[in-house]
């Protein structure tokens, strides 16, 4: 297994509803609209999104699920087990065995971290949460 503070080092990616960094010097409305997406109903179809990405990861590789609130390692759970934990917006660390490749999601954020250089596995992931309308950038 990989040591997850060995890949929380290294350079990351992040899976999200906006195509890019938005610039610190940007104009329009960012704040207004993060504040927007992270309110109920939105954030909530953002994690199913989060959710539908990681079940489709799950086909391509075994996967190793984290609960940072249980302190549990669950390998392949139940697609129904997985959608409940990431919608339940419980802190996950989501490892891709083969790839060697992690997701992390915080639970109340629109984004997921990626961690791996793994260019095969960045492909898939960007595919899939493409499918799901959402983009993997570099920051």
Same mark, same amino acid.
């Given at each position: 297994?990989?040591?997850?503070?060995?890949?929380?080092?290294?350079?990351?990616?992040?899976?999200?509803?906006?195509?890019?960094?938005?610039?610190?010097?940007?104009?329009?409305?960012?704040?207004?609209?993060?504040?927007?997406?992270l309110s109920p109903p939105h954030l909530d179809v953002i994690?199913?999104?989060?959710?539908?990405?990681?079940?489709?990861?799950?086909?391509?590789?075994?996967?190793?699920?984290?609960?940072?609130?249980? /302190?549990?390692?669950?390998?392949?759970?139940?697609?129904?087990?997985?959608?409940?934990?990431?919608? /339940?917006?419980?802190?996950?660390?989501?490892?891709?065995?083969?790839?060697q490749t992690m997701l992390s999601i915080t639970g109340e954020?629109?984004?997921?971290?990626?961690?791996? /250089?793994?260019? /095969?596995?960045?492909?898939?992931?960007?595919?899939?949460?493409?499918?799901?309308?959402?983009?993997?950038?570099?920051?």
């Amino acid at each position: 297994m990989v040591d997850i503070e060995v890949l929380l080092s290294k350079p990351y990616r992040i899976v999200d509803i906006l195509p890019k960094q938005v610039p610190a010097d940007a104009g329009g409305q960012y704040f207004t609209i993060e504040k927007f997406f992270l309110s109920p109903p939105h954030l909530d179809v953002i994690h199913h999104k989060f959710a539908n990405v990681l079940l489709k990861l799950n086909c391509y590789d075994d996967i190793l699920v984290f609960s940072v609130d249980d /302190e549990l390692w669950v390998e392949n759970p139940a697609p129904a087990d997985l959608e409940r934990m990431v919608l /339940e917006r419980k802190p996950l660390f989501v490892m891709l065995k083969q790839s060697q490749t992690m997701l992390s999601i915080t639970g109340e954020d629109h984004n997921m971290t990626v961690y791996g /250089e793994n260019g /095969e596995a960045l492909s898939l992931i960007s595919t899939i949460a493409s499918a799901e309308g959402l983009y993997l950038w570099k920051p």
